[in-house]
């Protein structure tokens, strides 16, 4: 890609002044360093560490602000699916369908996405080995859909923690579809308590590195409050921050990709 992709927006949908606000922003630094940019926010959360956890505001109405989103902001928008019937429903709503890591064998879930025509995001398991991700893209390609991107973001490792094999990255490019890295989710340890923790202080640690190896995008999530979040406050960077963030791996991009033939 000439261009880095962003994928970039809350964990998830808590309001639309929320969408609102971290879209602003994001098209304003869309606009300062010339990146390509999809709007992330997941309408509901189906993945929770405990019953407690916040899932989300109602379908609908979550949906709804992301098409609003999508039509005031004239930019593509990017949503998880978790079933069949899902993939049919949202594919009004949204530009680009994602499969969360833990289902990325989901064979149903997976036709039923490609079957919408819509670009599909596939997030590789933390429980798969890259080469294995190609059984994912078999079963959207079957449906006639080419429109394929693969996000690596993590491993298990041990207990409550992930480690970023770069192998990997190189390894799904192989397949010729972009291959975006997950910057705020590789810095997860998951299943902490009653949520999810991370380590936020190796974010750019971890990004250098991808960008490094090769990739085609970054996919961030970003609050203008973290810690007031409602998913992933322990890794979602501050949305005052992104501009020093963006900065830094524009220019690394574009280096890369001038200068190192990879």
Not at 74 to 80: A, E, F, G, M, Q
Not at 213 to 225: K, L, M, Q, R, S
Request: hydrophobic fraction near 40%; glycine fraction near 6%; proline fraction near 4%.
């Amino acid at each position: 890609m000439e261009k880095l992709l962003i994928i970039a927006g809350p964990c998830v949908v808590e309001s639309y002044e929320l969408l609102e606000t971290t879209a602003t922003k994001l098209v304003e630094l869309r606009n300062k360093y010339n990146f390509e940019l999809i709007f992330k926010s997941s309408y509901k959360k189906a993945n929770r560490t405990s019953s407690q956890s916040f899932e989300g505001i109602g379908d609908e109405i979550a949906l709804g602000y992301l098409k609003k989103i999508r039509d005031d902001f004239h930019i593509s928008v990017l949503t998880d699916i978790h079933t069949p019937l899902e993939a049919e429903i949202a594919s009004k709503y949204v530009d680009v369908l994602q499969i969360p890591a833990f289902l990325c064998r989901q064979t149903d879930l997976l036709r039923a996405a490609g079957k919408t025509g819509l670009k599909i995001n596939i997030k590789k398991g933390q429980f798969l080995p890259p080469d294995k991700i190609k059984g994912a893209i078999d079963k959207i390609k079957s449906t006639g859909n080419n429109q394929i991107m693969l996000t690596e973001r993590g491993t298990f490792f041990g207990y409550n923690d992930l480690v970023v094999d770069y192998r990997s990255l190189p390894i799904m490019k192989k397949f010729g579809y972009p291959v975006i890295f997950d910057a705020t989710h590789s810095l997860q340890q998951p299943s902490i308590g009653y949520e999810s923790g991370g380590r936020k202080e190796f974010l750019r640690y971890l990004t250098r590195a991808a960008i490094a190896v090769g990739i085609d995008g970054i996919f961030i999530e970003t609050h203008p409050e973290p810690e007031k979040a409602k998913s992933d406050a322990a890794t979602q960077i501050k949305l005052d921050e992104l501009d020093d963030y963006l900065n830094e791996v524009v220019l690394l991009f574009d280096f890369v990709s001038k200068n190192i033939n990879l």
